[in-house]
């Protein structure tokens, strides 16, 4: 496991974060699934910082008395991207080439248990959140995703929140879709 996602999965304890903090960054994260679910991905590339590093290590199984849950350093990322990326990945969404999403998906994001821990740096939280995404499409059975969302959130000078870092930790070690064009 490279040295980012030991640090993401490594965490300290979360703040107890007053009620109006803790508002303002479920609300974020709401906002957040919500502009994914009505598929207002210009707008939620907007809550992404310059410098966003998105990533979702291949999480396999192994026994108790091996404690690595990811594969070994260097080994291939089911998404590790960044804004460039993804707004590549959003500019194909976008194009009606996307076959995968010809016609698009239904899809349900829920955000819940949202733990909130000082960041490294001045001006950033670090959020711990648990997910789960309904998709369904056409006549196919549907599928869930599941798990857990490790993000550093910086504050802008006007105020604003922006995801600076998104580690997506699943619950599933096979992904249980037919495609990944959904995000996060």
């Known amino acids: 496991m490279n040295a980012e996602v030991a640090t993401m999965t490594n965490r300290a304890a979360p703040l107890q974060a007053g009620p109006q903090l803790q508002w303002e960054v479920e609300q974020f994260l709401y906002r957040e699934a919500w502009l994914l679910d009505e598929k207002r991905y210009e707008d939620w590339l907007g809550l992404l910082a310059e410098d966003l590093v998105y990533q979702m ?8 008395r091996d404690e690595r849950r990811y594969k070994v350093p260097d080994d291939v990322m089911i998404y590790n991207d960044n804004v460039a990326l993804l707004t590549v990945r959003v500019r194909r969404l976008q194009s009606g080439t996307a076959w995968s999403e010809d016609p698009p998906s239904r899809v349900r994001r829920l955000v819940c248990n949202v733990q909130i821990a000082n960041g490294d740096q001045p001006d950033t939280l670090t959020v711990t959140s648990a997910f789960a995404v309904y998709v369904s499409r056409l006549n196919e059975g549907s599928t ?26 699943t619950d599933q070690s096979v992904n249980p879709g037919n495609n990944l064009t959904l995000f996060l």
């Open 57 to 64: 290590p291949m999480q396999v199984d192994r026994l108790r």
């Open 144 to 169: 869930l995703f599941s798990g857990q969302r490790q993000d550093v959130l910086r504050r802008q000078a006007g105020g604003d929140w922006r995801i600076a870092k998104r580690v997506i930790i």
